[in-house]
Structures are given as C-alpha cells and as structure tokens.
C-alpha cells in the first residue's frame, strides 16, 4: 500500500527553526509538496521538490531523498502566523496525489 | 477563472437529503481532485479525475456518493440520502499535468463546502 508519515504534532517558539519530517512509501514518485493549512483555510502550496536535495524559499526550505523515501520542511525565525498543519503529499506513477494526515505546528512566543 | 471555485461555500441540509456540490478548475487543468476533511483531521481522498475520466474512485465512501466532470471542466460531488456522518467540509483541488523535469504542477484548493447534516 501507499503511505505517508509524518509527526501528528510539535511545539516551537517564536524566533526559532524547526524541522517537520515527512517519509513515504509510494508506487513511483513524480514529486513531493508540502502545503499549509491554517485553520478553517484551504491548503495552499509551499513548496515543491522532484530532484534530490535542498530547495530554499525565504524562511522556509524543503529537501528530499529519493532513496530514503524521505523529505522534511525546515521553518527559520518562527513567527506567530506559521502556526498552522503543514501537509506532505507525493504523486504517484499515476498521477495521483498521496497525501500525510498533517502536522499540526504550535507555536508559543 | 483566477482560481478554483466552488459553490455552495455553505450548505445546511436534512437527513436523507440530496445535495449536490460543484467544482470549477482553474482553466486548463486536466487534474481534479475531491477530497473530505473532517474538523481537526487530515485530507480524505474522494475520487480523482483526469480530464472527464476517473482513473480512481476508491476513495468514495459508499454508493451514495457519485462524481463528474464534463467537458473535461466543471466537476459535481453528488451524495444521495445524506447523512449525519457526511458532514464535513469538501475540498476540490486542481492541477496542470506533470510533463517531467522541475516543472511545478501542484495543485491549487477551492476554499470548499462546509456541509452540515441535521
């Protein structure tokens, strides 16, 4: 079967980075998003990989290892409104988008 | 249009109940997606569509739930015979087809249904 895993939830502070991990077991692999959904929101995309190793974007980052089936997003000088579920989804040989239940971020100040 | 629409953004309806949700791409995708959240929880794949075709319904909970697209556009949720376990809100997204390479082609989300059986 095809699955996703990620943390259901972690706690931050205000100013400081962290990690949010994401390992998939997929039939193939055309690329992995992660999306933010603030509560009561739509998701709306982040980022995107499909090559092995880091992409920046501002203060927030994602890398990927194919081999290792295994991504994270990386979140610099937390703020207050980064407190929302960060959500990891793959496509599949298919076509088809795989998604993980979540992480839902806290931060505290 | 600039985005995907979807309408009703509310909908309030009686058990056994039908109610019919639309979707409308963002012009050009040929990739439709319906998905369920539930409050807190994470996103329940529905069904997926690419162009008019459905290459993969297993996500439909039961027979009482149905989907279409026509004209490789519009897509419609229908759910016959509503009932209280069928609220949630429902999400459609949308997307270009992956041609290979960097290209991003990630999907873009209406803001959803909230539906409410009572």
């Known amino acids: 079967g095809q699955n996703i895993d990620q943390p259901t939830e972690m706690t931050a502070t205000e100013g400081a980075i962290v990690q949010i991990n994401c390992t998939y077991q997929t039939s193939g692999f055309n690329g992995l998003f992660w999306y933010q959904q603030h509560a009561g929101e739509a998701p709306t995309f982040l980022s995107y990989?499909?090559l092995d190793g880091l992409e920046e974007k501002g203060r927030f980052s994602s890398f990927l290892s194919r081999s290792k089936g295994y991504s994270y997003l990386l979140l610099k000088e937390l703020q207050m409104k980064d407190s929302a579920s960060y959500l990891c989804?793959?496509?599949?040989?298919?076509?088809?988008?795989?998604w993980g239940a979540g992480t839902k971020l806290i931060i505290k100040p | 249009g600039a985005g995907v629409s979807q309408s009703p953004s509310n909908k309030v309806t009686e058990k056994g109940k039908d109610v019919e949700l639309r979707c409308d791409p963002i012009s050009g995708h040929t990739a439709l997606y319906w998905y369920r959240q539930s409050l807190g929880q994470g996103l329940e794949f529905l069904i997926y569509?690419?162009?008019?075709?459905?290459?993969?319904k297993s996500g439909l909970p039961s027979d009482r739930f149905s989907a279409e697209r026509t004209g490789g556009s519009v897509s419609t949720l229908t759910i016959q015979r509503t009932q209280q376990e069928d609220s949630a809100v429902y999400l459609c997204?949308?997307?270009?087809?992956?041609?290979?390479?960097?290209?991003?082609?990630?999907?873009?989300f209406g803001q959803g249904t909230r539906l409410t059986v009572v």
């Open positions: 990989n499909v």
């Open positions: 997204a949308s997307s270009l087809n992956w041609r290979g390479g960097r290209m991003n082609t990630e999907a873009f």
């Open positions: 989804a793959v496509r599949d040989s298919n076509y088809q988008l795989i």
């Open positions: 569509f690419q162009g008019n075709s459905a290459p993969d």
